[in-house]
Antibody, heavy 125, light 107 residues
Framework: QVQLVQSGSELKKPGASVKISCKAS????????INWVRQVPGQGLEWIGSINTNTRNPTYAQGFKGRFVFSLDTSVSTAYLQISSLKAADTALYFC??????????????????WGQGTLVTVSS | DIQLTQSPSSLSASVGDRVTITCRASQTINTYLNWYRQKPGKAPKVLIY???SLQSGVPSRFSGSGSGTYFILTISGLQPDDFGTYYC?????????FGQGTELEIK
């Protein structure tokens, strides 16, 4: 079945970096983009950005440009999110999600399905 | 950037009730609007895509409507398993965005 499996929880000190993985299975990895979403504990969903798994072109939301970097290893169907210069405010659950695309009513539509199980990143001294 | 505003932020309803959640976009997004439900400690799951299309495997008591800037998620005949937080999500962008969420409690 189609699934995304993320790496485990991370505990980091302020100023450090972290790299989260998202391994896809059950479909051709380069057919659909991968999106990253942040959820601060007790709060809502925040779109970080996406990466085109075919062209490797990334798109970042305005508040995530600079310290957040997407990458791919298509040989193992895996996407990565690296966050540098970590701050306490980066403490959150990070999700990857496949950007499924299909033709609906004559145009291509996009939605997120499936999602990874989430990776908790805790930044604390 | 497109902002999505959901209403209400939370609600409590009884089994069998008809529940509606609304989502307003700050600019027209055609029908590039999806709905997800997230249960505590779990990843969100898509319920409705493209405003009104039911995702495979999702019970038919869920329905979506709307276009432009106003969208509605309806649950007809609430079930105990329907608790959780519901989010609308626009893919008219990028940048994509989510509503702030509606927490649904079963009385």
């Amino acid at each position: 079945q189609v699934q995304l499996v993320q790496s485990g929880s991370e505990l980091k000190k302020p100023g450090a970096s972290v790299k989260i993985s998202c391994k896809a299975s059950g479909y051709t990895f380069t057919t659909y983009g991968i999106n990253w979403v942040r959820q601060v504990p007790g709060q809502g969903l925040e779109w970080i950005g996406s990466i085109n798994t075919n062209t490797r072109n990334p798109t970042y939301a305005q508040g995530f440009k600079g310290r957040f970097v997407f990458s791919l290893d298509t040989s193992v169907s895996t996407a990565y999110l690296q966050i540098s210069s970590l701050k306490a405010a980066d403490t959150a659950l990070y999700f990857c999600a496949r950007e499924f695309a299909d033709r609906v009513s004559g145009s291509i539509r996009y939605w997120f399905d499936p999602w990874g199980q989430g990776t908790l990143v805790t930044v604390s001294s | 950037d497109i902002q999505l505003t959901q209403s209400p932020s939370s609600l409590s309803a009884s089994v069998g009730d008809r529940v509606t959640i609304t989502c307003r976009a700050s600019q027209t997004i055609n029908t590039y609007l999806n709905w997800y439900r997230q249960k505590p400690g779990k990843a969100p799951k898509v319920l409705i895509y493209s405003a009104s299309s039911l995702q495979s495997g999702v019970p038919s008591r869920f329905s979506g409507s709307g276009s432009g800037t106003y969208f509605i998620l309806t649950i007809s005949g609430l079930q105990p398993d329907d608790f959780g937080t519901y989010y609308c999500h626009q893919t008219y962008g990028p940048p994509y965005s989510f509503g702030q969420g509606t927490e649904l409690e079963i009385k």
